[in-house]
């Protein structure tokens, strides 16, 4: 497997399941990102991760829970969602260096997981 | 703060013809940006990039960027528009959150339509 990969591609689930979301990059980065892709609104920024600390949390409500046990790997715990959290979430990994700002990095992302809530 | 206005969430242009794909920023210090494409059923992909220096950049799939500071613009353009450029494309500008982390502002994306 080559860059960033996303489990499962597909996912409907009830207001009361639990589900959980995977990425997993094979670049060699240093921080991961969970966006979420809703139609005719821009990406929004939900988690960031560097060096497997979460560092950003864009006001997501608590029925997200995110989690990533290792640099390669990032969750995104599901529970008691409602049908407006129907989307596409993608998965980003780079590569953090110190420097500042002057050092960004470009983002790899991965297919995305088509979440839909009933 | 930083935003991105990308004009027309739809073009449409004939096979041969010239793409031109339209983004404004704003931004409260000197930006890095970027354009994406997305395929469906796929995630984006870097398509070209903007930082410091020569204010042309020139990406992948013959696509290309002027960075106009005095117009606060960015637009994409590729001279031949081909069947296999139909895509969604996302225009983006980074910056510092909050928090610390150097963070990509995007646009409300553009779906390319390429007319046989």
């Known amino acids: 497997e080559t860059g960033v990969t996303q489990t499962p591609r597909h996912l409907v689930m009830g207001m009361t399941n639990k589900k959980s979301l995977k990425c997993e990059q094979h670049?060699?980065?240093?921080?991961m990102y969970w966006y979420k892709q809703s139609a005719k609104k821009p990406l929004e920024l939900m988690f960031v991760?560097?060096?497997?600390?979460?560092?950003e949390n864009n006001s997501v409500p608590s029925r997200f829970s995110p989690e990533c046990p290792n640099s390669s790997h990032l969750f995104l715990h599901l529970h008691t969602l409602q049908p407006e959290d129907s989307a596409l979430y993608l998965c980003?990994?780079?590569?953090?260096?110190?420097?500042?700002?002057?050092?960004?990095?470009?983002?790899?992302f991965g297919p995305g997981t088509r979440l839909t809530v009933l | 703060a930083q935003s991105v206005t990308q004009l027309g969430s739809h073009v449409s242009v004939s096979e041969g013809a010239l793409v031109l794909l339209r983004c404004n920023y704003s931004?409260?210090?000197?930006?890095?940006l970027f354009w994406y494409v997305q395929y469906p059923n796929q995630g984006l992909q870097l398509l070209l990039k903007?930082?410091?220096?020569?204010?042309l950049v020139k990406g992948i799939n013959g696509f290309e960027a002027e960075f106009k500071k005095s117009e606060t613009s960015f637009h994409l353009t590729k001279p031949s528009a081909h069947m296999s450029d139909a895509a969604e494309y996302f225009c983006?500008?980074?910056?510092?959150?909050?928090?610390?982390?150097?963070?990509?502002?995007f646009g409300t994306g553009t779906r390319l339509t390429i007319i046989p």
């Open positions: 980003a990994s780079s590569l953090m260096t110190s420097g500042g700002f002057s050092s960004y990095n470009e983002q790899f």
């Open positions: 670049l060699g980065h240093n921080a």
């Open positions: 903007y930082t410091t220096g020569a204010t």
């Open positions: 931004s409260s210090v000197p930006p890095y």
């Open positions: 991760y560097n060096f497997k600390e979460q560092t």
């Open positions: 983006a500008v980074s910056s510092l959150s909050n928090f610390g982390n150097e963070k990509l502002t």
